[in-house]
Structures are given as structure tokens and as C-alpha cells.
């Protein structure tokens, strides 16, 4: 069970990020194209629920009384199932499968494939609302656990996320903290290009959210305002977490074409990986 | 209760409120149309702890229904046919099916019952795209007994559901101890000339025809399929067997529903003429069920019509 943390420092959660961004470019580049851009931006985000805020157990992934986790942005598998990897929720040596043929990790997430996924996404916009029916559940039995959902920028262009807003905070789900990861980008270009969301906190709140903002990678940031956001009674919680799209990559940080990158070839995998800050290649997939 | 002369959506809502008492992990969701589905007040009033309104927003329900089923619940989700099928397609399929999660899903007033509220509300394709839905069941009972079972059956099993219910009165078939499985196809009538297949609200309709064609000397066998799938192919194989013809009738559209599954099934197995009725690839419009029925010809004489023809065809003098 992983119920109480043991808090890691500045300088390993650091070195987590390292690994972890190292690990899905890998995972991303063996596979052959993926989504990089909007699993990069995740990276502390995801760390810090993993390893500091929720509770959660990798030897009983459905622990009744877990934390939950819907990445309704599902498209950004690849951050989740490192984390799963990690934590043990299974076999390291699954990450080297992404999107092979017969895997358990698809580029999607999917509850039926992978230990720890709490819900399957990928049709953007559906992820809110089962976490919603997630936290619904949970309050109907007096259960204390909480509901988390990460929805993307571009999804919120989705009609069925403002049809989940209303009804959240209609309900005033306290049990239900959603975090968009705000990352500014969106597969035909710059959220405010394409659909502007702006102004999007504002939104939220006249939806009756109780809303936070934070800079999505700042540790101290992210695990401050979560457990503020956990704080708050009789509203649910949207805590936009202002991000940058395949953060850390050199060639890809902050550009569209992140979304989904193509890698056709061993030039290109090098050049790819060579992107990615990382100071030794590492053996990820060994148990 | 006499569910025999009951309004079928009001069977649904009793019938709802006695799941709930059996398993309160039984949940009663409304997008707005809860009147319409017979649901309130008979189920709000009576559990409404159990009973949600998502208001108008049925790509919501459908996803609070798929997470209330990953935590155990028994969701069941009523709207009408055109918005709990074709409006919330991709939720089903994602959230429902592909996620086997154990949602039920109830379309209301289908087909040519929508009556007054005409083409925008006349779904003629919801038993086709859900049947074309992996890990989709799809039923569509006849009377309130078989619904009554059906209903009962969905709460015990795990499996993703669509179900059609028709919202009048309609006439009794079935007994009270009668047990809807899915699959099983009901054998109503026997015959040996022509074989007529019908679901949900048509059932009802082909007896009468089948009583008509006995006037004229033809012997009909009436097989009913409160299971559009999982399709009892055995039966319809061994009926199509006796009588070497086969019309099927259903409140769709002839492309993919009943007609198209029994047909995939002969073509395949046991090719036999086969003459399907229903809404030959129109929409709807507000008009009366007999102005309808006229219009695109499912009515019991067009059944009684299409059955002699197809008898007449195999080379059986009336």
C-alpha cells in the first residue's frame, strides 16, 4: 500500500522527471510516432500524484479505497504508464511494447489492458464525465477517496467537458479535482488560433468551480495547490496547470508539431532522442 | 400490480423500483425526459436517492453512467431512442462498450411511435448502429411481461445493454412467469408455409397478420426475437428450414436492424427468399402510426401482402 509517501527531495523528484521524459521519448521514438508533446507537458504533474498525493496500491490496483485517476486526455498514455511502471503496477518490461502489435500499453488508455488505468480514454471530452460517475459512486457510498480527471486544452473544445462542468457544480462534487493540462497547443495549432478557451479560469468558475492555477512544472507549485485545492468544501476543483507542450525536448518544446511525432527511422530516433536531455542510456524496461 | 394493461413505461418505472429494492446499486438516469420514460415520479419519488437527472445532456449521462459502473453501480439510462442511441454514439461505443462497463441503456418511444414529434425524433436506425457495436446486446421486447424479464435480467448481468422500450399500452403476449434470455428467440406461433420475424412493437402486429394469412389458407409461423443480438440463428436457421420463406418486419429502417441480421444469417447458412419490412430507407414525419404504416408499407395488410407473395413466389398456390 502506498498510502503515506515518503516525501522525495528536490533532487530525486529532478532526476525522476529526467528519466521519466527520457523514458517516454524512447518509448515514443521504438514505437515509431506518438503523442510526445502532451506526455512531456504531464511529467511533474503526474509525478507529483504518483509519488506525493495519491493513495494508491501497484500490488491491488483496485483497491477499494484508492485514489483515482482518469487521464481524460488519453492520448498521453505514455507519462501514466511510466508512472505505473515505477510504481510496480506492472512489469517494467511492458513500457517496451507501446503500441506494438499485442501489447497492454496502447497509445490510448485503456482499463481493460492496463493494471492502474482506471478508465479508458481516447474520444476527447468523455473522460470528465466518468469521473464525475467515479465521484457520484463514491459519495452515494460514504467513501472518502478522491477523483481525480486531467483533461487537455484542445479538449476543452469538447461540448460534452462544459456539459460535465455544469453538472459537477451543480452537484458540488468535493470529492472530483479536475487539472487541464494548459499547455497552449492543439493538434491544428495555438489554442487561442484555433478556439481561444480564454477566459478559461473565469469559465470555470461561473460553471461553480472552485479554480486554482498553477505553474504545471514547479514542484512546489503542483503539490501546494493540490492539496489547497483537496481543502476546498461543497465545489469541485479545477486546478489549470499552465504548462509547456513536449517540455525539455530541444527540438520539440512548445512546438504544434509535438502533438504526434513521426519516427520513421534510426536517423531519425537518434536525432529524436538525442533531443532529450539524459545523462546515460537507461534500461528501463529491466524488472 | 396488473402490468398486463399498464403503460409500458410505467412497467419500466415499477419495475425499476423493484430492482433497486432487490440491489440498491441499481440507479435510475434521466436526461430531462423522465416523465416521458415513466420514470417520474414512480421511481423519483419512491427512490430518490437512486434516481439522477443530468438534465438535458445525454453525452453526460452516458459517461456518469460508465464511471458509476467501473465503482459497481448498475446504471439504467432511458431517453429517447434518436438521443440514447445516434446522439451519444461515440460515448456508447468508447465510455460503454470498448470500456465494458455495465451501463444499460434504454431508448424510448422507437421508431414510428414517436408519432406527434415527427422526423427529428423518429430514430429508424438504432437497433442497426447498435447492433454493428462490439460487446453491445440489443433487445427490444413486446410486451410487459417480457420487459419485466428483460429488465430483470440486465440488472443481474454485467453486460453493456441497449434496449428499446415502447412507451403505450400494448397488448399482453407473454404470461407472467415467462423468462426473456438473450438469444432466444420466441416461437409464438406455429406454421408451415412462411416464417414471419418481427421485434419489440411489431410483434403484435405480425400475429394478427399471421391470423389473417390463416383465413386465406397459409399457414404463417410467427418467431419473435426480443434479442436483435445476441440473434438466435438456430431458430430462425430451422424455421426458415420448415417454411423455405421468410419476412421480417420491424419499426426501422429495413437497412441493418432484424431484417439485415436474419438475412446476414440465411445468406450465409441457409439461403431462403426473404422479404424484409419496415421503413424502406425514409425519415420520419409527424403523422399518425397508420398513416405511416401506409406510407412505407409494414402495416399488417402490407405483412399479410408480402407473406402470400413470398409463398406464391416459392411455388404455393393459395
Keep these: 500500500m502506498n498510502s503515506s509517501h515518503e516525501t522525495p527531495g528536490k533532487a530525486e523528484l529532478e532526476k525522476l522527471a529526467k528519466d521519466f521524459r527520457f523514458i517516454i521519448t524512447d518509448m515514443i521514438c521504438k514505437a515509431g510516432s506518438g503523442h510526445l508533446g502532451g506526455a512531456l507537458s504531464l511529467v511533474e504533474v503526474i509525478i507529483t500524484l504518483y509519488y506525493r498525493i495519491m493513495k494508491t496500491d501497484p500490488k491491488n490496483p483496485l483497491w477499494d479505497e484508492r485514489d483515482r485517476l482518469v487521464l481524460s486526455k488519453g492520448h498521453a498514455g505514455p507519462v501514466l504508464y511510466v508512472a505505473l511502471a515505477l510504481k510496480g503496477f506492472f512489469p517494467k518490461s511492458w513500457l517496451g511494447t507501446l503500441n506494438k502489435d ?3 500499453l496502447p497509445s490510448h488508455v485503456d482499463r481493460i489492458q492496463t493494471p492502474g488505468i482506471d478508465m479508458t480514454a481516447g474520444s476527447l471530452g468523455q473522460g470528465l464525465s466518468c469521473a464525475i460517475g467515479m465521484a457520484v459512486a463514491a459519495k452515494k457510498d460514504g467513501k472518502n477517496h478522491r477523483v481525480f480527471c486531467i483533461i487537455g486544452d484542445g479538449e476543452s473544445n469538447e461540448g460534452q467537458i462544459w456539459e460535465a462542468a455544469l453538472f459537477a457544480g451543480h452537484h458540488k462534487l468535493d470529492n472530483l479535482i479536475a487539472i487541464c493540462d494548459y499547455n497552449k497547443l492543439q493538434i491544428d495549432g495555438r489554442t487561442d488560433d484555433v478556439l481561444t478557451l480564454e477566459p478559461l479560469a473565469d469559465k470555470w468558475r461561473a460553471f461553480g468551480w472552485e479554480v486554482f492555477e498553477m505553474d504545471g512544472h514547479d514542484w512546489h507549485a503542483i503539490y501546494e495547490t493540490i492539496n489547497r485545492a483537496s481543502e476546498v468544501k461543497g465545489k469541485p476543483r479545477m486546478i489549470i496547470a499552465h504548462t509547456i507542450k513536449a517540455k525539455c525536448h530541444c527540438q520539440y518544446e512548445n512546438q504544434v508539431s509535438s502533438h504526434n511525432i513521426k519516427v520513421p527511422d534510426e536517423a531519425t530516433y537518434r536525432k529524436v532522442i538525442e533531443g532529450i536531455p539524459h545523462d546515460h542510456e537507461l534500461n528501463y524496461c529491466e524488472d | 400490480m396488473d402490468y398486463a394493461k399498464m403503460e409500458m413505461r410505467l412497467v419500466y418505472a415499477h419495475t425499476l423500483n423493484e430492482l433497486i429494492e432487490e440491489n440498491p446499486n441499481v440507479y435510475c438516469l434521466e436526461a430531462d425526459l423522465s416523465k416521458a420514460s415513466g420514470t417520474n415520479p414512480a421511481v423519483l419519488e419512491k427512490h430518490p436517492k437512486n434516481f439522477i437527472n443530468v438534465g438535458v445532456s445525454e453525452a453526460n449521462m452516458i459517461g456518469i453512467a460508465a464511471g458509476m459502473a467501473v465503482e ?3 446504471p439504467f ?31 424510448t418511444a422507437p421508431g414510428i411511435t414517436q408519432g406527434p414529434n415527427g422526423g427529428t425524433h423518429m430514430c429508424f436506425q438504432d437497433l442497426a448502429i447498435m447492433r454493428a457495436m462490439p460487446n453491445m446486446h440489443v433487445y427490444s421486447p413486446c410486451d410487459p411481461f417480457e420487459l419485466r424479464s428483460a429488465m430483470k435480467f440486465m440488472a443481474k448481468s454485467k453486460q453493456p445493454t441497449y434496449m428499446q422500450l415502447v412507451r ?30 418481427a421485434t419489440g412493437y411489431m410483434t403484435q402486429f405480425a400475429l394478427k397478420a399471421a391470423d389473417e394469412l390463416s383465413k386465406k389458407g397459409i399457414s404463417a409461423e410467427v418467431l419473435h426475437f426480443p434479442s436483435v443480438k445476441p440473434l438466435d440463428e438456430k431458430a430462425i436457421i430451422a424455421s426458415a428450414k420448415k417454411t423455405g420463406a421468410v419476412v421480417t418486419v420491424e419499426n426501422q429502417n429495413i437497412i441493418g436492424g432484424l431484417g439485415g441480421a436474419i438475412c446476414e444469417v440465411l445468406s450465409e447458412q441457409y439461403p431462403v427468399r426473404v422479404k424484409r419490412l419496415g421503413v424502406p430507407d425514409k425519415f420520419g414525419e409527424v403523422a399518425t402510426e397508420e398513416y405511416l404504416f401506409n406510407k412505407h408499407g ?20 393459395e
Excluded: M
Design chain 1, 102 to 104: 499485442g501489447t497492454r
Design chain 2, 72 to 74: 459497481g453501480k448498475i
Design chain 2, 77 to 107: 439510462c432511458a431517453s429517447f431512442t434518436c438521443f440514447a442511441s445516434r446522439r451519444v454514439y461515440d460515448q456508447i461505443t468508447i465510455s460503454v462498450a470498448y470500456a465494458n462497463t455495465n451501463v444499460k441503456i434504454v431508448g
Design chain 2, 168 to 197: 403505450s399500452v400494448v397488448p399482453q403476449i407473454f404470461n407472467e412467469g415467462y423468462q426473456f434470455e438473450p438469444g432466444k428467440a420466441a416461437l409464438l406461433r406455429e406454421g408451415t408455409d412462411v416464417t414471419i420475424a
Design chain 2, 298 to 317: 409494414f402495416g399488417i395488410p402490407h405483412i399479410v401482402e408480402a407473406a402470400a407473395s413470398i409463398v406464391r413466389k416459392n411455388g404455393i398456390q
